[in-house]
């Protein structure tokens, strides 16, 4: 059964290209975002067409929509093309992010490129401007939900400032949109993912042995986060969420999610530290 539109920017690899194929098998349309339109485009591999066509072998719908998420322009002309395609917009997830390559190199930040400050224009700024573009569309009809994809690194050191900023800003953001969300019947959370199965992950985890086998035995899909965002969606209590930062581990074990093999990852809770609460205090409203 069709269970309403979404759009997962940056889904042409990684955690997007699991998410929108999790929201294929629960019966979406799927817009995918990215710039890969061929597989040699990223070291990394993966194409928005080898995504769109993973959603629609799921069960659902894919379309592939190139764009780059650094230009503003193009960020709109997606959601252009979803309201005059389809005339509504269920789910958006903010997903797409600029990953540098030395990203986990050791070293202070100084001694490493200035543009890893790319993550901040692409993974922070992005977000805010495809929400903008989007929240017209989620707004028509309540139950809309905003997503955005984040990790430990809002509220503990990973990686640098420049990661620490954005995964940081992407909790607050999502935190903000949801207090003007609410009035409309629509959601906004942020959920950290846990260590994903990714080809980013087996390249890092292959250039440095031993240094992830900790995580790698609690490692999760980024289907799971997917399979977490569309229990979300149809859960009637979803506005209680509106507004948080969840673990997407331990809001899969209230719904009783499971990741691909059956399995139900744990909780970094303990190691990684807790999402920050943010205040409900409204200071110009």
């Not at 503990?156 to 609410?182: C, F, N, W």
Request: proline share 5%; glycine share 12%.
């Amino acid at each position: 059964m069709k269970q309403g539109v979404a759009v997962v920017t940056g889904a042409s690899r990684g955690a997007g290209q699991g998410i929108a194929r999790a929201l294929g098998a629960a019966g979406y349309t799927v817009y995918v975002t990215g710039r890969s339109q061929t597989a040699d485009a990223s070291r990394l591999g993966g194409t928005i067409h080898d995504t769109a066509a993973e959603v629609t072998a799921a069960g659902g719908r894919g379309v592939a929509v190139a764009c780059d998420h650094a230009d503003d322009a193009a960020v709109r002309a997606v959601f252009a093309q979803v309201e005059r395609d389809e005339g509504r917009l269920d789910i958006l997830v903010n997903n797409a992010t600029a990953l540098h390559d030395e990203l986990i190199r050791p070293g202070p930040f100084w001694t490493k490129p200035a543009d890893m400050a790319d993550i901040i224009t692409v993974g922070l700024r992005s977000s805010y401007i495809a929400a903008h573009a989007a929240a017209p569309l989620l707004v028509k009809k309540p139950g809309g939900l905003m997503a955005f994809t984040s990790a430990p690194g809002a509220a503990s050191y990973a990686h640098g400032p420049a990661y620490g900023a954005q995964k940081a800003g992407t909790d607050k953001m999502a935190a903000d949109i949801a207090v003007e969300l609410r009035p409309f019947g629509a959601a906004s959370v942020a959920i950290w993912m846990g260590f994903l199965k990714t080809a980013r992950t087996a390249a890092a985890v292959a250039e440095r042995p031993g240094q992830f086998d900790a995580l790698l035995a609690m490692a999760e899909t980024p289907d799971f986060t997917g399979r977490v965002i569309a229990a979300i969606h149809r859960d009637p209590a979803m506005m209680e969420l509106s507004g948080r930062t969840v673990i997407g581990a331990e809001q899969a074990m209230a719904y009783g999610v499971r990741d691909l093999d059956g399995s139900s990852p744990g909780s970094l809770r303990s190691i990684v530290g807790n999402p920050i609460t943010y205040d409900e205090i409204i200071l110009d409203g």
